[in-house]
């Protein structure tokens, strides 16, 4: 079975970090592009960033810019979501996803998803 388990969530003050990880089995993880979405109550799910099959490519929404960082491990399986400077507005149940080669912003072209790990940010 194609599992994709995020981990790393938690409660942290406002400026501080947070390391999510993402392990995935079922499936061959390195011909697959990653993404990390985040979901907040009440919004719809919101691209956060993206990394391509070898990691030579990234991509982030423009709030996260110069805080975020994604980055992958091909060899344990796992995509990783370094997050630094947290404001409130980054609380949000975060998602990471697959896509099979390419990097995409579209939620509806992942093809395997998580379950999420809460992020909750106070102020």
């Known amino acids: 079975q194609v599992q994709l388990v995020e981990s790393g969530g938690g409660l942290v003050q406002a400026g501080g970090s947070l390391r999510l990880s993402c392990t995935a089995s079922?499936?061959?993880?390195?011909?697959?592009?990653m993404g990390w979405f985040r979901q907040a109550p009440g919004k719809e799910r919101e691209f956060v960033a993206s990394?391509?099959?070898?990691?030579?490519?990234?991509n982030y929404v423009d709030s996260v810019k110069g805080r975020f960082t994604i980055s992958r491990d091909n060899a344990k399986n796992t995509v990783y979501l370094q997050m630094n400077s947290l404001k409130p507005e980054d609380t949000a149940v975060y998602l990471c996803?697959?896509?099979?080669?390419?990097?995409?912003?579209?939620?509806?072209?992942?093809?395997?998803w998580g379950q999420g790990t809460p992020v909750t940010v106070s102020s």
């Open positions: 079922g499936f061959t993880f390195n011909i697959y592009a």
């Open positions: 990394i391509n099959v070898n990691g030579g490519s990234r």
């Open positions: 996803a697959a896509n099979r080669g390419y990097t995409t912003t579209s939620a509806g072209s992942y093809d395997y």
